[in-house]
Nanobody, 123 residues
Framework: QVQLVESGGGLVQAGGSLRLSCAAS????????MGWFRQAPGKEREFVVV????????DYADSVKGRFTISRDNAKKAVYLQMNSLKPEDTAVYYC????????????????WGQGTQVTVSS
């Protein structure tokens, strides 16, 4: 089993930055792929980025490519999302996710999900 807890959300102005963190416990962290998804009010959950267990493979949604960066520290059992040049359309609840394969996490079929952290970007 894997438990995930997100933190780092908040209110920022457009053009600003935030760094989200996701702390994991349970299953050996180094064996799972991790990802970030987001959901805005009234909208469907949206893929943001995924990273492989080793950290060697990443895949970003076109909407965040060049602005967001995912990283992981397996020793600390944590994954991070550095968000720069934030836009109002980035406003959403951000969820971290974990699963055995990059493909399943990427496709929204992660086995484990955190409770989410709110990110609000004002214009």
């Amino acid at each position: 089993q894997v438990q995930l807890v997100e933190s780092g959300g908040g209110l920022v102005q457009a053009g600003g930055s935030l760094r989200l963190s996701c702390a994991a416990s349970g299953r050996p962290f180094s064996s799972v792929a991790m990802g970030w998804f987001r959901q805005a009010p009234g909208k469907e959950r949206e893929f943001v980025v995924v990273i492989s267990a080793s950290g060697g493979i990443t895949d970003y949604a076109d909407s965040v490519k060049g602005r967001f960066t995912i990283s992981r520290d397996n020793a600390k059992k944590a994954v991070y999302l550095q968000m720069n040049s934030l836009k109002p359309e980035d406003t959403a609840v951000y969820y971290c996710a974990a699963g055995p394969l990059v493909a399943t996490v990427r496709g929204g079929f992660a086995e484990y999900w955190g409770q989410g952290t709110q990110v609000t970007v004002s214009s």
